[in-house]
């Protein structure tokens, strides 16, 4: 979340709408209650870059009600290791597309 932060700020976007399957970190980020201490520094340091944005929401999603970002996570896990970094910049990654799809037909529908 920090990176995305950052990398959301560096190429100018200015509304951001983040989605945390953890409660304790989006209650953390909304003010709701304090975070684990481990994180604590962290979660602060990603505070305060959202008061930055014009627009910043916070909102907890269940896991399985995020499966593309689900999928981007286990994909960016894999390749952190080897040094490397991947962006998609209006566009959605082909890893993705079939679990979009499902998202925004399950959105429709109910």
């Known amino acids: 979340m920090e ?3 950052s990398f959301a700020w560096d190429v100018g976007i200015r509304e951001v709408v983040l989605e945390c399957d953890s409660k304790i970190m989006s209650n953390a ?3 709701l209650c304090t975070s684990l ?3 604590s520094n962290i979660l602060a340091g ?3 870059q959202l008061q930055d944005f014009r627009v910043a ?3 907890h999603v269940r ?3 995020n499966k593309p970002a689900h999928i981007l ?3 960016a896990k894999d390749i952190i290791d080897s040094d490397n970094f991947i962006t998609w910049i209006e566009e959605n990654p082909s890893l993705i597309e079939s679990a979009i799809t499902h998202d ?3 959105l429709s529908s109910s």
């Open 63 to 65: 896991r399985q009600g």
């Open 73 to 75: 996570a286990k994909h």
């Open 104 to 106: 925004v037909l399950n």
């Open 37 to 39: 201490i481990i994180i």
């Open 46 to 48: 990603v505070y305060h």
């Open 29 to 31: 980020l909304l003010g």
């Open 3 to 5: 990176v995305g932060v």
């Open 57 to 59: 929401q916070v909102s």
